[in-house]
Nanobody
């Protein structure tokens, strides 16, 4: 499955943003989907995930209450909506797919998109 993330950009602190991940080559209906981010000089970290059935979702503590992950299997799309953005949210955001059980470790995901840069100015 190929994943294409988009929606990043330069925003101000407090703004909201919606990131999209469109899949091709295969349906995502059997995949658990996740969003990760990697800030400059830091390791890639888990942001949010949603299982193939839509259960969960699961969020990293720093984005709880500010992020919403959703999926539309018919459209082969996963969304990540974030509000009250902070400068610490600045990172490249990646979507990923995994056939196995829900996990947060990036190295357990099988397919990755190319990432979309989110920059939050103070």
């Amino acid at each position: 499955v190929q994943l294409q993330a988009s929606g990043g950009g330069l925003v101000q602190a407090g703004d909201s943003l919606r990131l999209s991940c469109v899949a091709s080559g295969s349906t995502i209906s059997r995949y658990n989907m996740g969003w990760f981010r990697q800030a400059l000089g830091k390791e890639r970290e888990f942001v949010a995930a949603i299982t193939w059935s839509g259960s969960g979702p699961y969020y990293e503590d720093s984005v709880k209450g500010r992020a919403t992950i959703s999926r539309d299997n018919a459209a082969n799309t996963v969304l990540l909506e974030m509000s009250s953005l902070k400068p610490d949210d600045t990172a490249i955001y990646y979507c990923a797919a995994r056939r196995g059980a829900y996990v947060t470790a990036p190295n357990r995901y099988d397919f990755w998109g190319q990432g979309t840069l989110v920059t939050v100015s103070s």
